[in-house]
């Protein structure tokens, strides 16, 4: 009987908080869900945590240096590739705040697609379903005014 292949696909998502602001983009064509809201982040690579990936994923899409905080939300699903692998996506996201002292000005512009979002703002906005449920912890944390 073969054996059958797991494949993992993490990935560490930054969720920087600054003044009731968050970091949003927007998934650009020719990416898996273009069109819709996203937090940065993206694979971790080999020798990576999941906070470490975030960070470094939130300085190569939006510029800004941040650091990890903790761990608000993971997020992970199972399933069966084509070939017959097992894969198994898990998605964590880090609270995280600017890198030192830097006091980020929240109507400056960030690299690539992303911008300073108010919390209340979030529900309006249309992100994967894997974002559900950290959408709902950061949306009644701030409440819309």
Do not use: Y
Request: aromatic share 8%; charged share 25%; hydrophobic share 45%.
């Amino acid at each position: 009987m073969p054996t059958v292949e797991t494949r993992w696909k993490k990935i560490g998502v930054a969720i920087v908080l600054v003044d009731g602001h968050v970091i949003v983009g927007e998934r650009q064509p020719g990416q898996s869900f273009s069109g819709l809201a996203e937090f940065p982040g993206g694979k971790v690579e080999a020798a990576e945590d999941f906070a470490t990936a975030a960070c470094r994923e939130c300085l190569e899409e939006t510029g800004l240096a941040v650091e990890a905080v903790r761990q608000l939300d993971s997020w992970e699903h199972v399933k069966v590739a084509d070939d017959g692998a097992t894969e198994i996506f898990r998605i964590e996201f880090w609270e995280c705040s600017p890198a030192g002292d830097i006091a980020p000005q929240l109507d400056a512009l960030l690299e690539g697609a992303f911008r300073w979002v108010p919390l209340s703002s979030l529900a309006g906005l249309k992100f994967p379903s894997a974002n559900t449920r950290i959408l709902s912890t950061l949306i009644s944390r701030h409440p819309q005014d």
